[in-house]
């Protein structure tokens, strides 16, 4: 049986490392960081930077080996401080990177529900664990917690088989876009408190 956990900042590293194997292909990721080795070198600051958040906001779960995480927010989104250290050897963003980062988030921010939700931003299990149904694992203390709270579960997709993938999970598309700058097409997808 699988355990799922909150997060501490002791599995910041492992939640982190999950997430950069688990997103090597992503369509956004791939648009940030098109080369394969800056991808893997230099992504783990994005990673850090949401994982920072998620885990200082008791957000984040994950299996007892970090091999299947989740990265929410509650509704609201609330802001938290937190030390932004930086992740050795990962430089600061080009300009280039910055606005792709900005038309990300502008456009992202665009397609948010105005309704309370909690925000699946990440949901990755590691590659060669995945189709073991640990997303599914992951995901059920948030949707218990959306049940209790009576608000949906909200999240942005990259690709048609993560549709189908969270379609499965309960979850309906809401919007679809496309991402300024030659970005990619995203879905937005929300799933109701059952």
Request: glycine share 6%; net charge negative.
């Amino acid at each position: 049986m699988t355990t799922v956990r909150q997060a501490t900042p002791a599995d910041l590293a492992r939640v982190c490392r999950t997430a950069r194997l688990a997103f090597a292909d992503d369509p956004v990721f791939r648009w940030l960081f098109p080369d394969e080795a800056e991808y893997h070198s230099q992504s783990p600051g994005a990673w850090h930077y949401v994982g920072r958040r998620s885990i200082a906001l008791s957000c984040t779960y994950t299996t007892d080996d970090s091999v299947a995480i989740g990265m929410y927010f509650p509704p609201g989104r609330p802001e938290v401080e937190v030390d932004d250290e930086p992740v050795p050897g990962v430089e600061p963003p080009t300009p280039e990177r910055r606005a792709k980062f900005a038309a990300l988030g502008e456009v992202m921010h665009a397609q948010t529900p105005e309704e309370p939700h909690w925000y699946l931003n990440v949901l990755a299990t590691h590659p060669d664990w995945q189709r073991q149904g640990l997303g599914a694992a992951i995901i059920a203390p948030i949707a218990e917690q959306c049940r209790a709270d009576g608000v949906p579960l909200y999240l942005e997709t990259q690709s048609l088989a993560n549709v189908a993938y969270y379609t499965h999970l309960g979850f309906t598309v809401r919007s679809e876009w496309d991402v300024p700058l030659d970005g990619p097409h995203m879905w937005g997808m929300l799933k109701p408190p059952e």
